[in-house]
């Protein structure tokens, strides 16, 4: 099982990027696809979560209005679309599949990608 998140860098604060989250090794259309992300010195945090089954998101409130998820199931990858980017969105972001919404719940993370966002 492998999830394989890329799409970082650096933008200044105001930017967008987007984030992909490529899925392989087994079928994700029962997991709730996540991103989460963790700055230098804080814990990890939830940011976004899509459902495979249902056309059903659910956002942290720092990115909401700001943060689209979306998924493309014959590509079997999940994007995070990241606009207005604050400062304070800086964290190496991950994806992950699980149960829910917390890392608790995470059965499978990917590899991190940075973003950095310039005042």
């Known amino acids: 099982v492998q999830l394989q998140a890329f799409g970082g860098g650096l933008v200044q604060a105001g930017g967008s990027l987007r984030l992909s989250c490529a899925a392989s090794g087994r079928t994700f259309s029962n997991y709730v696809m996540d991103w989460f992300r963790q700055a230098p010195g804080k814990e990890r945090e939830f940011v976004a979560a899509?459902?495979?089954?249902?056309?059903?998101?659910y956002y942290a409130d720092s990115v909401k209005g700001r943060f689209t998820i979306s998924r493309d199931n014959a590509k079997n990858t999940v994007y995070l679309q990241m606009n207005m980017l604050k400062p304070e969105d800086t964290a190496v972001y991950y994806c992950?599949?699980?149960?829910?919404?917390?890392?608790?719940?995470?059965?499978?993370w990917g590899q991190g990608t940075q973003v950095t966002v310039s005042s």
């Open positions: 899509i459902w495979w089954s249902a056309d059903s998101t």
């Open positions: 992950a599949a699980g149960r829910g919404v917390v890392a608790g719940a995470v059965a499978y």
